[in-house]
């Protein structure tokens, strides 16, 4: 072998090397990173498959083949609606199609086999399955948990940091097993940097609150 192959060998054996050692440090910077990330709790009931209506819903209720009991319904606070012939029924917790099911055996005392359809028109959802963001940002509100949200997603939706947040001393409180934690976000690295690494997943029930910032 030439002394240029050689020297082309030994130029490729240590930029294998220098890559090899780059990948190393930059997944423990990673693990680093995550090992600070909460941990997704395992008894707020996570995102589930079916949607599971909540005080402040909006609903749809449609009897088939009778208009008259057809109606559009808010979920009260106590997570209550009232129909036609139905003053009462609980609706908060329930899916939809359970939310029919109830719907349809209550007017069954009136109604011939109702067939009842609900559909929910304006999401809130229950209070475990909402985020919660409050303090300097633009819309301070309770917003539906969808799975796969993070904190950007949770930004995004309310209108970002004001002028006069400190982003980068924000809060994220989360209940996990009975006790209530909190964990210390970076959003002005997040919204202002662009620095995904500040980026963390949301789980139903989390609390963000952005504090004022000193003058």
């Known amino acids: 072998m030439s002394r240029i192959s050689k020297a082309k060998a030994r130029g490729a054996n240590i930029f294998k090397r220098l890559t090899a050692l780059f990948a190393v440090i930059m997944a423990a910077i990673i693990v680093a990173a995550c090992s ?16 599971r209506i909540g005080p402040g819903d909006a609903l749809n209720v449609f009897v088939w083949q009778n208009t008259q009991l057809s109606t559009a319904a808010i979920v ?18 329930k ?12 007017l069954a005392k009136y109604v011939t086999d109702p ?12 209070y475990s399955q909402q985020v919660r963001v409050i303090g300097e940002v633009g819309r301070p509100q ?18 970002g940091l004001t002028q006069f947040a400190a982003g980068n001393r924000a809060t994220l409180i989360r209940t996990w097993n009975g006790t209530q934690t909190s964990y210390g976000l970076r959003l002005d690295k997040l919204l202002q940097d662009g620095d995904l690494s500040a980026n963390v997943p ?11 910032t000193y003058f």
């Open 95 to 106: 899916t939809p199609t359970q939310l029919a099911r109830d719907i349809e055996r209550r």
């Open 202 to 212: 949301l789980e139903p029930g989390d609390v963000i609150t952005v504090p004022q």
């Open 142 to 159: 309770a917003i539906v948990y969808r799975k796969g949200m993070t904190a950007l997603d949770a930004m995004l939706a309310v209108g």
């Open 76 to 93: 009260g606070p106590d997570g209550r609606i009232s129909l036609p012939l139905v003053k009462e029924i609980e609706a908060a917790g």
């Open 36 to 51: 600070n990330l909460p941990p997704a709790p395992t008894d707020v009931g996570g995102p589930t498959p079916f949607y």
């Open 115 to 126: 067939v009842v359809t609900v559909m929910v028109s304006s999401y809130v959802g229950p």
